[in-house]
């Protein structure tokens, strides 16, 4: 690390003075007969969060909380990134990189970077610790400007190893992953398997998930069976209304969102918010998971950053630039594979922990990774570091003790 100058978080004031001011000139739409949110965000539950994010959320209290931790801004191969390192308190602790999925930021890793980092102060074995490195992807957070409209998923995974082994220099690391960051973590542990004491992913697609000419829809356009039992039946269409939208825009044009997202912070506060709303094990009530505070430090990151434009559009390069195995083998992912599964995902038919493991072995996608610890939880949502951050962390230590 001494070579690194490190790179403290710091918003311009001007930023923050610009956001102000788009805040309070906003044009509000009507949004009558919303107030069940049947047709989306809700406006009098925006507003009365875009009127603290105007006056009373403090940015800067939020800012010296993330700069508790070291931060750097490195180039490779022309991409930005930004990492925050957490460095591991114990006898040898292991290079750990976490990537985040969208809409999550860095700073979704948070809850659990301590506790990895430095086990013995949260009553776990010091030889538990690890050397955390949590990135921005590309094009997300302070990985920005990405001039290279290319990215995706496996192409971020090349700059990964190069970060990890070529600007870090660590001779072998671990890997973990949620949401697209899994993906990449994935295709971590099938290009790179040699170099890497194993991974774990907070799902478990394989890495061609988004190949195909309808890869923004679940059902490949298929109408569903008419003799589906009703409880699927109702559970499938809960899944497709909640990621169908959030798909079909990012793949098949992210652009003309973004004119929208990047001119207007409330604009891209609903769309993110939504995600935020639906994904997350909150019982209706989004602020058991994230408070008003939690939700505008998120979303400051993403404004400040100017990058909401390069990181949806990540999803359409996932299609157009498909998936290129770097070897035949079997399984695809040969590095040891520890899997974290929550209940707010299930898939249709399952309702325990013991139907999900099942379901998951009994699926195509087992035989992908050469996976060596599986647990499901009955709670938590789509953010799992965030939501379930203690099961989060002994799941992954679990995957890597006796593999170091």
Request: charged residues 25%.
């Amino acid at each position: 690390m001494s070579p690194l100058e490190p790179a403290p978080i710091h918003v311009p004031d001007d930023v923050l003075d610009d956001l102000r001011r788009r805040l309070t000139a906003t044009r509000w739409p009507l949004d009558e007969g919303n107030d069940d949110g049947h047709y989306g965000v809700r406006r009098s539950y925006l507003q009365e969060l875009v009127e603290y994010w105007a006056d009373g959320y403090d940015w800067r209290a939020a800012e010296r909380a993330i700069n508790a931790y070291e931060h750097y801004r490195v180039e490779i191969d022309g991409v930005p990134v930004h990492f925050m390192r957490r460095p591991g308190a114990g006898p040898a602790p292991t290079p750990l990189i976490l990537s985040h999925g969208w809409p999550w930021t860095f700073w979704h890793w948070s809850k659990v970077v301590d506790p990895l980092a430095d086990p013995a102060a949260y009553g776990g074995d010091p030889a538990d610790a690890f050397d955390v490195i949590v990135p921005s992807l590309p094009g997300f957070g302070f990985s920005t400007p990405l001039t290279r409209p290319d990215m995706n998923f496996w192409k971020i995974a090349d700059l990964w190893h190069e970060l990890m082994t070529g600007v870090l220099g660590h001779r072998r690391y671990a890997a973990g992953g949620c949401d697209v960051g899994a993906l990449v973590t994935g295709q971590l542990g099938h290009s790179y398997a040699d170099e890497l004491y194993g991974i774990h992913i907070g799902s478990a697609l394989r890495l061609d998930f988004f190949e195909g000419d309808r890869a923004w829809d679940f059902t490949g356009g298929r109408p569903l069976p008419d003799d589906l039992p009703p409880a699927v039946r109702k559970r499938v269409l809960e899944l497709e209304r909640r990621f169908a939208v959030h798909l079909a825009a990012h793949v098949l044009a992210p652009s003309t969102l973004s004119y929208g997202l990047a001119d207007s912070p409330v604009g891209m506060l609903a769309w993110i918010l939504e995600r935020w709303m639906k994904w997350s094990d909150n019982g209706g009530d989004i602020e058991r998971v994230f408070s008003k505070d939690d939700l505008l430090t998120h979303a400051t990151i993403y404004w400040a950053g100017g990058g909401i434009d390069t990181s949806i559009r990540t999803y359409a390069n996932n299609n157009r630039y498909p998936w290129t195995p770097s070897h035949d083998r079997w399984p695809v992912v040969e590095a040891p594979t520890g899997i974290t599964f929550v209940g707010y995902e299930n898939p249709p038919g399952v309702t325990t922990s013991e139907e999900r493991v099942a379901n998951f072995l009994e699926s195509d996608r087992a035989a992908w990774y050469r996976h060596v610890n599986i647990t499901a939880h009955d709670h938590g949502g789509h953010f799992i570091p965030w939501e379930v951050p203690d099961e989060w962390v002994d799941d992954l230590r679990r995957t890597f003790r006796d593999r170091r």
